[in-house]
């Protein structure tokens, strides 16, 4: 068990890292921001890869910057894992859902926007 669970996470690392490269040769205007108009049409494991590349992202900005992390204003990353502490893949997939569900008039605003302002905000309220 975890054996596979090292193959796992090596294999999203490296996933992570050729999508890091990929993306370093676009222009930020040509990065996609995804909104809840692709969330609302993507399959359940379009949603899971979403967020998996998401926490990958955090996770090797984390240990990138473990011996000198970034303040505050320099980077939302290291606030961004402390208020999603405690969360699961499916759990933030199902908020993100209900949020969607819920407000089905704001499908323009950002994934990431959800995550930030209605998971992560409040979960540092709460991880004080």
């Known amino acids: 068990m975890e054996l596979k669970l090292q193959t796992?996470?090596?294999?999203?690392?490296?996933a992570s890292?050729?999508?890091a490269v990929a993306a370093g040769n676009t222009k930020a205007a040509e990065v996609p921001?995804?909104?809840g108009e692709q969330w609302r049409t993507s399959s359940?494991?379009?949603k899971k890869a979403y967020l998996i590349g998401l926490a990958n992202m955090v996770q090797v900005q984390t240990a990138y910057h473990a011996s000198n992390p970034p303040t505050d204003a320099q980077s939302f990353v290291p606030r961004l894992a402390k208020?999603?502490?405690?969360?699961?893949?499916d759990g933030v997939r199902?908020?993100?859902d209900r949020w969607y569900a819920a407000n089905p008039t704001k499908l323009k605003r950002p994934v990431l926007d959800i995550i930030w302002l209605e998971m992560a905000m409040p979960g540092l309220q709460k991880n004080k």
């Open 44 to 46: 359940e494991a379009v």
């Open 94 to 96: 199902e908020g993100v």
């Open 8 to 14: 796992i996470r090596m294999a999203m690392l490296t």
């Open 17 to 19: 890292i050729a999508l």
């Open 83 to 89: 208020g999603m502490q405690g969360q699961t893949l």
């Open 33 to 35: 921001i995804v909104t």
